[in-house]
C-alpha cells in the first residue's frame, strides 16, 4: 500500500461501521426509515420537492461516511415523512473514481437498509447510447452490466447474521417497482445500465462494444449500490436520468459541465416523476405515522 492511502476496511470492520451509522441514523431522526433514495448528479434539485425536510445532517455527522469531493454532490442526509412512509434521502455519493473503496461508495446504502429500509430508490446521470433517447429522458434501469472490476462484497464472508456473499443477482431490479413507476408515468423507457470506474469518460469503441452488448445507458455509480442493498434483502429501482448522448453517439465532444446543466434543466420532469412515485413505492410499507 503507498504511503497516504488508508487501506480498505475488512469486511467485518464495513458492516460493523454501517450498523453504528445506522444506529446514529434512527438516533437523529428518531424514526427507522422504509424507503431509501439516492440523489446523484442532476437528481438534487427533486430533492425540496419531496417534502420538508424534518431532520439534515451533513453526511460526515454519520461514522464512516465522507464527503463527496464532487462539484455538485453536497454530501447531506435527509430524513422526510413522505405519502405515509418514512424516507432518508442522501443528496450526494460517493463514486470509485474518487479512488473510495467498494465498501465507502455502499456505505450510505448499507447504513439505510440495516436502519430499515426495505425499498432503495438509486438515479443518477447517465450517457444514452441511443440517438433517439436525448438529454432530459428518463430511463428505469432493467439490469446492469457492472464492468468496474468491482463488488462490494469481495473479502472476507460477511460477518454472522448476514447473508452469504453469493447472493443472487438474477432479479437485482425489482420488476415491481418498475411496473409501479410505469403507473406513475407510462412513458418511461427500460434499459440496460453499464457501470464504469470513469472518472474519464468512455471512447467512442468502448461505446460501440457496450452497445453490442445490449446496454442502453452508461455511468459511473449505482451498480455497487444495487448489489449492496439486494444482498441485504431490499428492493432496487434504478432511475436514469440522460444528460447527453455516449461519445461517439453524440457529434459534439463530452464535457462534465454540460453533464451538469443538462440535469438542471430536468428538474422539474424528475419531480414531477418522483413526487408521486416516492408514496407509490412505499405502498405496503405505509402506514399511520407512528405518535
Ligand atoms: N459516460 C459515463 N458516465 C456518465 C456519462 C457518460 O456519457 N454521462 C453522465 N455520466
Known amino acids: ?41 442532476g437528481w438534487r434539485p427533486v430533492a425540496d420537492a419531496l417534502g420538508d425536510a424534518e431532520v439534515e445532517l451533513p453526511m460526515t455527522a454519520l461514522p464512516g461516511f465522507r464527503a463527496p469531493s464532487v462539484p ?43 436502519a430499515g429500509a426495505s425499498v432503495v430508490v438509486l438515479t443518477n446521470a447517465a450517457g444514452s447510447l441511443d440517438p433517439a433517447l436525448g438529454p432530459g429522458g428518463v430511463v428505469l434501469i432493467r439490469d446492469h452490466i457492472n464492468l468496474t472490476g468491482a463488488s462490494p462484497l469481495s473479502g472476507d464472508e460477511p460477518p454472522a447474521g448476514y447473508p452469504s456473499r453469493f447472493v443472487d443477482l438474477t432479479d437485482l431490479y425489482s420488476g415491481r417497482l418498475r411496473e409501479v413507476s410505469r403507473s406513475v408515468d407510462g412513458s418511461l423507457a427500460e434499459g440496460v445500465y453499464a457501470a464504469l470506474r470513469g472518472p474519464h469518460y468512455e471512447t467512442p469503441a468502448e461505446i460501440a462494444m457496450l452497445r453490442s452488448a445490449g446496454a442502453g445507458l452508461v455511468g459511473m455509480s449505482t451498480a455497487l449500490e444495487a448489489i449492496a442493498a439486494r444482498h441485504l434483502g431490499a428492493s432496487v429501482l434504478g432511475l ?8 461517439g453517439v453524440s457529434p459534439e465532444p463530452l464535457d462534465h459541465a454540460e453533464v451538469l446543466a443538462a440535469g438542471a434543466a430536468a428538474g422539474p420532469r424528475l419531480g414531477e ?5 416516492l408514496p407509490r413505492l412505499a405502498g405496503p410499507l405505509t402506514g399511520p405515522r407512528p405518535a
Open 1 to 41: 500500500m503507498s504511503p497516504g492511502v488508508a487501506s480498505p476496511p475488512s469486511t467485518v470492520e464495513a458492516f460493523a461501521v454501517a450498523e453504528k451509522a445506522a444506529e446514529e441514523l434512527v438516533r437523529r431522526v428518531g424514526a427507522a426509515p422504509k424507503v431509501a433514495v439516492v440523489l446523484g448528479s
Open 72 to 114: 455538485g454532490h453536497e454530501g447531506t442526509v435527509r430524513s422526510l415523512w413522505a405519502g405515509g412512509a418514512q424516507v432518508v434521502v442522501f443528496l450526494g455519493r460517493s463514486h470509485l473514481y474518487e479512488g473510495r473503496s467498494p465498501a465507502e461508495v455502499v456505505h450510505a446504502v448499507r447504513t439505510a437498509v440495516i
Open 240 to 247: 436514469s436520468l440522460v444528460t447527453n448522448l455516449a461519445a
Open 273 to 277: 416523476l418522483l413526487v408521486p412515485l
